[in-house]
């Protein structure tokens, strides 16, 4: 008999229904609208995003953000190295760069989680491509641009790629820079900007503009079933200012090398990589922030510096025990080290003569090893079960102030008790090792071909950052230098800090069509975490906690464990509505609400989003795909009273996008917040986008303004495969 050759794909293991992903269609349309890859995610059930700059949203799954959210890009963990988490994980991979996004957002499995209390979101760019046996060699590539009229934001993408059967080399990159945006009207009551003779109109959102470059080069070789792909990767951002921070991103150089192997075997699946990381960062006073603020204009701004480096490797086996048993086994390990100083500023005796360590020599390492086993009972139950250990050990050099120019390890006093801050520092044991336990476990069950339902529970543990337990000044100025969550207070660290542990149980109930032509989710959760890092007013005079609360003005917290719990629903679905001569017409939708409080205190938690939805009526024909987008939010009153949260009303928005699309080209445009509305995003921040930012409480920068959202910004774009 003549031979016959059967193929298929190895056995892969089921995501979880809670989890969603994105690629391809899914995402294009979106890049012509935003150059802030966490902005792709806003469609997905259970995402927020905090207010920061241009191209650095910080992604928030049920009421937990930065940090609190472990963030893979192409299998690396990036760290923010920035007292104001400016350089945040997503903001190192442009939109235009981005394959596949895959977010858990339930509960998640302990091989994709870790060093977090939140979900996980793993971004990766696109896969090497080959030449197919016998087609000798391929040549692609792929340009494309976009221009915003809200900010005259423009921008373009560029990438080759070169392949052979066994071979690949691939070039991308990406620019995108934008002037500051107009929210839909006036929102403030100040032109001046501290700067003399510059002045910004009342609805002009200052230190909003930004530049960013993006450059990666990749080469890879298949030799049969096995990978072997290295990456070199640049980013540039001569600029990014910040609309809710005292600072501004004045310079950011990051540096990415990145290993990868990946095979499969007889008995599964094999991947190992290791990847360095090198940032140097500059922070100042951009053009919408007093620099100059002596009588005779000679004191400069406030220059900061920071230098991290992270370097790690991770090994992952994916076995095939028997048909319908999966385990998976990996290790990682992640050596991250950190030098935050503040040079001495020229003309100021307060800030000089020597420079101000915020943190030297700071050490975070991370060891982590988990199993997890995936098993098929029947046609009807899936089971997972996994364990986790983390070892992480933290360290911090000794610090002194701008006032000397040794480590004090006795005295007190000095300006602003830098050097009684410094020797309490000094003196505290600063080697923190935790020991961590993650354990994960979820069952499915396929009721018949249009119902299933998932359950699970999770143990999550994440240990504390360097600037939550570090940071060691109790001055005014010093501390609002220190913020990564844009409420424009100050925060100091606690060097005696515990691990966050979460609790969590979370179910998602699945209706669907058979062909899923249809579908409705709805997904409950529940959390509790012990030792939850929230923070207390504190009176750097007395070095205390204050009691009764200052209120309606920006404040210095400590970082403090406490208790909270978070509850929260999750709704989402799309069905079709027609299909006629106007083409298919559709709907989808998404509905999220999180509630947070402190158990302590009875406060409620910091930037939790309000109820929101979004509803989207959506027609294809021929080669259109166009929409038309209602996104609504009520207002939000639940607010942090530690913090003098900002409230913000509720709204509601109307946006408008559509696509043409060719075999190898592609147009897509678009109006957002097409009436042009005023409205404050609710995890915006508190408006620090101009003015005397150095003071705590400067008379041209008053407490109680939200960030506003983009006004009306009409947007379009194009690219062309060859």
């Known amino acids: 008999m003549p031979e016959v050759e059967v193929t298929a794909e190895k056995l892969q293991p089921l995501p979880a229904l809670s989890d969603s992903a994105l690629g391809g269609g899914n995402i294009n349309h979106l890049r012509a609208s935003t150059s802030d890859t966490a902005k792709l995610l806003e469609d997905q059930p259970g995402i927020s995003l905090y207010g920061a700059g241009g191209v650095s949203s910080l992604p928030v799954i049920h009421g937990m953000a930065d940090d609190r959210v472990r963030v893979k890009v192409d ?75 809200n900010g005259n934001a423009k921008g373009g993408n560029l990438s080759a790629t070169y392949a052979t059967e066994s071979i690949n080399l691939t070039y991308s990159g990406a620019t995108a820079e934008s002037n500051n945006y107009k929210a839909g009207g006036n929102f403030k009551t100040r032109t001046d900007t501290g700067v003399t003779g510059h002045t910004l109109p009342l609805n002009e959102v200052g230190s909003t503009a930004y530049k960013t470059r993006n450059h990666t080069l990749g080469f890879a070789m298949k030799g049969g079933n096995h990978i072997v792909e290295a990456k070199l990767g640049l980013q540039d951002i001569p600029y990014e200012l910040y609309p809710n921070q005292r600072m501004d991103m004045m310079g950011n150089t990051q540096r990415s090398f990145n290993l990868r192997y990946v095979g499969q075997l007889d008995w599964g699946a094999l991947e190992a990589r290791a990847y360095h990381d090198k940032v140097d960062h500059f922070m100042e006073f951009g053009p919408d922030k007093k620099f100059l603020y002596t009588a005779g204009n000679s004191t400069q701004g406030m220059p900061m510096n920071t230098q991290g480096r992270t370097t790690g490797v991770t090994a992952k086996a994916s076995i095939v025990l028997t048909e319908q048993d999966f385990l998976r086994v990996g290790g990682e390990y992640q050596n991250y080290r950190l030098d935050d100083w503040w040079p001495a500023v020229v003309g100021s005796a307060g800030m000089g003569p ?226 006629n001569g106007m083409g298919e017409l559709g709907l989808k939708g998404l509905l999220t609400y999180t509630n947070g409080k402190n158990r302590n205190t009875g406060d409620d938690l910091y930037n939790i989003m309000p109820l929101n939805a979004k509803l989207t009526f959506t027609q294809k024909l021929g080669g259109w795909d166009n929409g038309i987008e209602l996104v609504a939010a009520k207002a939000k009153n639940q607010l942090s009273d530690a913090r003098n949260e900002i409230r913000t009303p509720g709204y509601g928005l109307v946006n408008l996008r559509a696509t043409y699309s060719w075999k190898q080209a592609r147009i897509d445009f678009g109006v957002e917040n097409l009436f042009d509305k005023l409205y404050a995003l609710p995890l915006g921040g508190a408006y620090a986008g101009q003015g005397t930012t150095m003071a705590i409480n400067p008379v041209d920068m008053p407490w109680g303004i939200p960030v506003p959202g983009i006004g009306r910004s009409l947007y379009a774009g194009a690219t062309v495969k060859f």
Request: a neutral charge; one cysteine or more.
């Open 75 to 149: 299998g690396m963990d990036f760290i923010a190295s920035c007292p104001n988490h400016m350089n945040s994980p997503l903001s190192s991979i442009d939109p235009t760069n981005v394959g596949t996004v895959k977010v858990y957002a339930g509960i998640t499995p302990v091989s994709v989680g870790g060093d977090s209390i939140g979900g996980s979101i793993v971004v990766d760019s696109p896969a090497p491509v080959f030449a197919a046996p016998g087609q000798g060699s391929l040549t692609k590539g792929e340009i494309g641009a976009f221009y915003r009229s």
């Open 354 to 579: 020597n420079p101000f360590w915020n943190i030297n020599n700071g050490k975070r390492d991370r060891t982590a090893l988990f199993g997890e086993w995936e098993k098929n009972l029947g046609q009807q139950w899936l089971t997972l079960l996994g364990l986790r250990y983390e070892r992480v050990n933290t360290n911090a050099g000794q610090v002194h102030g701008y006032n000397l120019a040794t480590f004090p390890t006795a005295g007190a006093g000095g300006m602003m008790n830098q050097t009684r801050d410094a020797v309490s520092f000094n003196n505290a044991n600063r080697d923190k090792t935790d020991n961590n336990w993650d354990m994960s476990a979820l069952a499915r069950y396929t009721a018949n071909a249009n119902n299933d339902i998932e359950f699970g529970f999770a143990r999550k543990v994440r240990s504390p950052n360097l600037y939550e337990r570090y940071t060691w000044s109790t001055a005014n100025m010093m501390s609002i230098m220190n913020n990564f969550v844009g409420d424009g207070n100050g925060y100091i660290g606690d060097v005696n800090l515990r691990p966050e542990k979460a609790h969590t149980l979370s179910a998602t109930f699945d209706w669907h069509a058979t062909d899923r032509d249809w579908e409705f989710k709805a997904t409950p959760y529940y959390t509790r975490v012990t030792d939850y890092i929230d923070a207390v007013q504190w009176n750097g005079a007395t070095n205390a906690a204050r009691a009764p609360l200052l209120t309606n003005q920006f404040v210095v917290l400590k970082y403090a464990n406490q208790s909270a719990r978070l509850y929260g629903l999750d709704l989402s679905g799309h069905m079709p509505l027609a299909k």
